[in-house]
Every structure is written in structure tokens, then in C-alpha cells.
């Protein structure tokens, strides 16, 4: 079968994780990738032998630059079966009716509202009903987090009612213009920030609400999470479920901070650093009637990554079983939590 053909609009945090997994799968491959501007990321991108496609105005400057560019944006889509909108939030939005002209498929991401493809994506809460999808949005790092570890109990314990408090970090590592670089943001002010009705998005019949600080970190975030199921169960019941699911890390040997996770996966040598599993303290998790909590780190920069990947396979129609996709997207990219 021939492979998916597909571009990444947009070459920053999110966007390199995705084009190097999308090259690492069998099924698929990346046409190009795209940049606003010739720095350093681009010249890497050059290295690893990545296209580079950009915005027509920008052609010169990458030629000045000595990284010519391989075309238009416009035209790295002509080639493409399926666009991964990686640009900013916001960007995404008005990405889209150039995306209708030329009649490709297309996934954003967390920074984009529902409403652009009015279906938002988790591997393990709803592949299916990506199956054959022209559009759709992978929700955010934090909104993956929450879905993959309520899912997950939901199966087996049915979820009444969910209430998480997240602590955000500031920015992604490589982010010098942004802060807070001494303080504690509330953010928002207002209850519920986007996360809890961001996961009614991809889980309408959970019960959720979320309130959300930033702090001056740039490693991971990490969420409280509080939990009513309707089942009895205990802690190593729970414990049990998390084990059992491919992208959760139970983490223990006296881990007690995101620095130490991330330490850990340079030491596992994972690429950038990458922690594709979100990771639950398994001491953390507490059980008194029917009610759970537990603490749980994301790694913002590549939690969303095998989400992509499942979305394009679903979208692409090379895969019409979630659990068999994710192993394949698991295997290829090495991703194992063992
Ligand atoms: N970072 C994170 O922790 C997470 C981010 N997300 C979401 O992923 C999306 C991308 O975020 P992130 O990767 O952090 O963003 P970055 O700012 O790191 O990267 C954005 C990329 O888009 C390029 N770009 C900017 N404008 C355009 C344009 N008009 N056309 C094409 N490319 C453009 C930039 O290129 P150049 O630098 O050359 O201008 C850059 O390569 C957002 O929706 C965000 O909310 C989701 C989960 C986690
Ligand atoms: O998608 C993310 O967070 P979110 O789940 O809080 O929206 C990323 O960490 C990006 O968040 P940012 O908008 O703080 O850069």
C-alpha cells in the first residue's frame, strides 16, 4: 500500500516531535515541513533532510540564508494527502480556508478551538470516530493527560464526577521572550479553566472541572487530580488499570519532582528528552470510597506526538482498530514503558 503523504505546517516544539514520528511509521510519510523563518531550527531540519516549504514572501530570505527552501506552503500541500497544523494557536484558524482551496485533510492541535473541525481527538477515548475524518483537532498536552488516565478508569470503574487542580509550567525550554519568571499566575482567574470543558470535548458525559496556575518552570506540569467512580474499588485495583495502558507510566523509585522524570528519560535515552507517557506517582494514589486521587506530570513538548500519529492513521483510513494503531505508533517511535 502507498504511504500517507503528509506535511507539517509549522516546525516548532510540537511539529519536529511530529515529523520524526511520522517519518519513524511505516504507513506514512512526511512530503515536508514548513518555517516562517531561516534560524537554527531550520538548518537542523535542512540536516535531518527535511523539505522545507515557507510562506511566499519568505522564499529569498531562506535562499540568502544558504537553506533554499523547497517550495510555497501552498505548494508542499498540493503534494500532501493530509496536513498536521503545527503553527501557533490562533495561526491554525486562519490556516484552514487555504487548506479547503487546495481540499486536503486536516489535524490541529490544542491551540485551536473545537469548533475548527468540531471534533477533537484521543487515541485511547474515541479513534474510531476519527475513522475516514477530513478534519480534526488533537487536544492539548494537559487535555490529553486528563483524557488518557479518566478513560481509562471510566472502562472499568465508571466515573461520576472529576475535579483536578493544575499547576502549568511558564513556557517550553527553548522559550527566552515569556514568563512568569517570579511568580504564581493564576490562570485563569475564573473557574473552570479550558481544561475541564476541553475534555467534555473529547468525553461529553464526564463530569469535570479544573482550575489551573502557572509557575516558573519549564520541565512538565503536573495536575492533582480528585476522582468519584461509581464502582468499588481499591488503590491496587486503580494502580492495576493505569499499569495496564501503554501510554501511562507509573513512576516510583523516589521520583518526587518533574527535574527527576525528566533526568530519567535522558537516562533511558529518549529523544529530546521526550516523556510520551503521561506519569502518575503510583504512592500517590489514594483510595476512600469510591473516591480516588492521585498526582500526576505531563511533558507538555510530547505528550500530543503518538496522538498525532494514531489521528493521521485513523484519518487516513490505515487503521480502523485504536488499540492496533497505537501499539504500531508505540513500537515505531520506541515507546515502551516497561
Ligand atoms: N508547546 C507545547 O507545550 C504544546 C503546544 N500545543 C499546541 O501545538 C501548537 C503549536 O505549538 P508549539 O509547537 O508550541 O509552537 P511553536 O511556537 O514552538 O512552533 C510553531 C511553529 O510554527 C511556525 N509558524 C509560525 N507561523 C507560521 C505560519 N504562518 N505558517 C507556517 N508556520 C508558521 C513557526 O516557525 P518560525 O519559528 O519559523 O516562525 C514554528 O516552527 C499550538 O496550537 C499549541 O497550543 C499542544 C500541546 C503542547
Ligand atoms: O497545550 C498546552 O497547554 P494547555 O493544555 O494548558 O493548553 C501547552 O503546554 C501549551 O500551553 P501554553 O499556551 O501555555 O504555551
Known amino acids: 500500500m502507498a504511504k500517507a503523504k ?11 516531535r511530529v515529523a520524526d514520528a511520522v517519518k519513524a511509521q511505516d504507513d506514512m510519510e512526511v512530503v515536508g515541513v514548513s518555517k516562517t523563518k531561516p534560524n537554527y531550527e531550520a538548518s537542523v531540519a535542512h540536516r535531518l533532510g527535511y523539505d522545507i516549504y515557507t510562506l ?16 510555497t506552503i501552498e505548494e508542499m500541500l498540493e503534494k500532501s494527502d493530509l496536513v498536521v497544523d503545527c503553527t501557533p494557536g490562533g495561526i491554525g484558524e486562519k490556516n484552514k480556508p487555504m487548506y479547503e482551496k487546495v481540499g486536503i485533510k486536516a489535524i490541529w492541535q490544542g491551540g485551536e478551538s473545537h469548533t475548527i473541525s468540531d471534533f477533537s481527538f484521543n487515541a485511547e477515548s474515541n479513534y474510531e470516530q476519527a475513522v475516514g475524518r477530513d478534519l ?124 527527576e522524570i525528566i533526568e530519567y528519560a535522558r537516562d533511558i535515552g529518549r529523544p529530546r528528552h521526550d516523556m510520551w507517557e503521561l506519569c502518575i506517582w503510583s504512592e500517590s494514589i489514594t483510595v476512600t470510597e469510591k473516591e480516588l486521587y492521585f498526582f500526576h506530570a505531563v511533558h507538555q513538548e510530547s505528550i500530543v506526538v503518538p496522538e498525532n500519529v494514531d489521528a493521521i492513521r485513523a484519518m487516513m483510513e490505515l487503521e480502523s482498530d485504536g488499540s492496533k494503531s497505537i501499539e504500531k505508533t508505540n513500537k515505531a517511535i520506541g515507546l515502551s514503558n516497561k
Open 6 to 16: 503528509i506535511a507539517v505546517n509549522g516546525y516548532g516544539t510540537i511539529g519536529k
Open 136 to 259: 480534526t483537532r488533537v487536544v492539548s498536552c494537559n487535555t490529553t493527560a486528563l483524557c488518557r488516565a479518566i478513560s481509562a478508569i471510566d472502562r472499568e470503574l465508571e466515573v461520576n464526577k472529576v475535579r483536578v487542580s493544575l499547576t502549568r509550567r511558564a513556557v517550553d525550554p527553548n522559550e527566552i521572550k515569556k514568563g512568569p519568571v517570579d511568580a504564581i499566575v493564576l490562570n485563569p482567574v475564573k473557574l473552570p479553566s479550558h481544561h475541564g470543558p476541553d475534555v467534555r470535548s473529547v468525553l461529553p458525559h464526564i463530569n469535570i472541572t479544573t482550575a489551573a496556575t502557572k509557575v516558573p518552570t519549564t520541565l512538565m506540569h503536573v495536575h492533582t487530580v480528585n476522582m468519584d467512580v461509581n464502582k468499588d474499588c481499591t488503590a491496587e485495583d486503580v494502580k492495576n488499570i493505569f499499569g495496564s495502558q501503554s501510554r501511562i507510566r507509573l513512576i516510583g523509585d523516589g521520583i518526587t519532582s518533574t527535574a
Open 56 to 71: 511566499a514572501e519568505n522564499v529569498e530570505a531562506f535562499e540568502k540564508a544558504g537553506m533554499p527552501a523547497a517550495g
